[in-house]
């Protein structure tokens, strides 16, 4: 049996080597690889050898040839294969151990060449990778070295690594060539000044019952990178499996728990906020989330941002929810909240990172693509365009309301206090119309306190421009005393003019935050 060796990741490449000879295997390699192989001890037969020809073009040429790919591609069980190889002196290659020329991690430096991309477009690895995969029946293909100790496993238990096991490392082999080619096909074409294609990888992470209803099929696909404040690396660690509407809305929930990092908690029920707090710990901000809205949480999802302790798993054990998300839980609240079987316990990675990633939404036909709208300008005192300057108090409420507004759905307006909402208006068709219903919700559950709006001085976000001055006028007539909006109306100036008239304090950031 013979193996043949061309690896870039030389990860484990010495160890497996080694055993593959303990087992009576002969081992071909080329440059780089067979130096390492050979200092280690090992009998290596250089790929000259079996070629008859030397590495010409500074290595370019060393594996495009009938006695490679002869070897590799003629098949075992055909009389005249076993013939023809006989007649032009081929040998069988049993193995091909390959991985290919770093090209991702070179175009991925920001000093790169055309010069230096093109020299780490790997062409025999590819060859060599693909020939072995289709005579799978008989060859074994490996190009992962996570796969080094099965594959030893097997040929010590059989004699040979099995058929199944040939089969699904064929298909990694062309799955691995595929991506390879189309990363360099997306940098020559951009080089090149050619139409982008948009390339996608994802991998299954797990079929779903159902999609957004019963009657249709969905399934989750995890991006091939690792990043915070995602689902496809959480960690369950009680409850049913989550379903395609628990997905959205959790990830909805995460991406208002990414804006703070004072301890903060959000309940979110379809992918709105209905109650979102930041407190002096995580009891305290759970504590003004739930009272914020204790109704619509009913059946929701909740997320904090820091671990979940004991006492605020009793809290949040008699309330029905799908699903509490948190970066770590203590050992004493898990055995609280895990008494109720179908409580979903995520542990989240919510480390902070730089940047953003890029959204897809599917279109009939077609695809959206928009970079993740991760930056959020912090509200500041020059920010204020009407006469009435904020004080602090307010400051921080506007920067807290300017926050939680930007993941409602739009049109979007929140009514705060004291780093608590107290409404959420979402959704609806004109701004003024969100506006009521957060007004109106916030007049109710003041109410229920025993306490008149009008006296509050509460804090309104918009996500959205005033198009006109209507929602002022019905902000100061419920008493709100400060607003946070992006500006850019070419009616701003009536938006100003009325906060002035009614000794509101209005803020203008310049970012908008639409959510539609």
């Known amino acids: 049996m013979r193996a043949l060796f061309s690896v870039s990741d030389k990860t484990g490449v010495v160890e497996f080597a080694s055993q593959l000879v303990d087992l009576g295997w002969e081992i071909i390699a080329t440059g780089g690889t067979m130096k390492l192989l050979q200092e280690a001890g090992l009998k290596v037969i250089n790929i000259s050898e079996i070629t008859g020809f030397p590495e010409i073009c500074d290595g370019r040429v060393k594996t495009l040839h009938p006695k490679v790919h002869g070897g590799l591609l003629g098949r075992r069980d055909l009389d005249s294969h076993i013939a023809q190889l006989k007649e032009n002196g081929i040998e069988f290659i049993d193995m091909v151990c390959v991985n290919l020329y770093p090209f991702k991690q070179t175009i991925a430096k920001p000093d790169v060449t055309m010069e230096d991309a093109i020299e780490n477009i790997d062409i025999g690895g590819p060859s060599m990778l693909r020939s072995a995969a289709k005579n799978w029946s008989a060859v074994t293909v490996v190009c992962n070295p996570e796969n080094y100790a099965k594959i030893i496993s097997e040929i ?206 599917s279109m ?98 918009s996500d959205g421009f005033f198009p006109f001055d209507d929602t002022v006028t019905l902000a100061a007539e419920y008493g709100v005393k400060a607003i946070v909006q992006p500006g850019g109306s070419v009616r701003d100036e009536d938006s100003v003019k009325k906060a002035n008239e009614c000794g509101i304090t209005m803020l203008c950031t310049g970012m908008r935050h639409f959510k539609h």
């Open 364 to 461: 009939n036909g077609g695809i959206l693509v928009q970079e993740q709208d991760i930056e959020t300008r912090t509200v500041t005192a020059d920010m204020c365009v009407t006469e009435v300057k904020p004080c602090d108090a307010q400051l921080t409420d506007l920067d807290f309301a300017w926050r939680i507004v930007k993941h409602v759905k739009s049109n979007a307006i929140v009514v705060v206090k004291n780093g608590a909402t107290l409404g959420v208006g979402a959704g609806q068709m004109n701004r003024v119309g969100s506006a009521k219903i957060a007004l109106e919700q916030a007049e109710a559950a003041l109410k229920a306190e025993g306490k008149d709006i009008r006296n509050e001085a509460l804090v309104l976000g």
């Open 156 to 361: 010590r238990e059989h004699g040979n690594t099995t058929k199944e096991t040939r089969l699904q490392l064929s298909a990694e082999a062309y799955t691995h060539t595929a991506e390879y080619d189309m990363m360099i096909a997306t940098y020559m074409r951009k080089a090149a000044g050619l139409n982008e294609k948009l390339f996608l990888e994802y991998d299954l992470k797990q079929g779903l019952r159902y999609g957004e209803n019963p009657h249709q099929s969905a399934k989750f696909y995890a991006t091939l990178e690792t990043v915070p404040f995602s689902l496809a690396t959480a960690e369950q660690l009680n409850g049913k499996e989550l379903s395609y509407n628990n997905i959205q809305d959790a990830n909805a929930a995460l991406n208002i728990v990414r804006e703070f990092d004072a301890p903060f908690c959000v309940g979110l029920k379809h992918m709105n906020p209905c109650g979102a707090a930041i407190g002096t710990d995580v009891v305290d901000a759970w504590k003004k989330a739930y009272e914020a809205d204790k109704v619509s949480i009913f059946g929701g999802i909740v997320a904090v941002n820091r671990e979940i302790n004991k006492e605020v798993a009793e809290l949040m054990k008699p309330i029905f929810l799908e699903i509490i998300m948190a970066p770590s839980f203590t050992p004493e609240a898990l055995e609280v909240l895990c008494t109720k079987k179908n409580l979903r316990l995520l542990k989240v990675d919510m480390s902070k990172e730089e940047g953003g990633h890029n959204q897809y939404v």
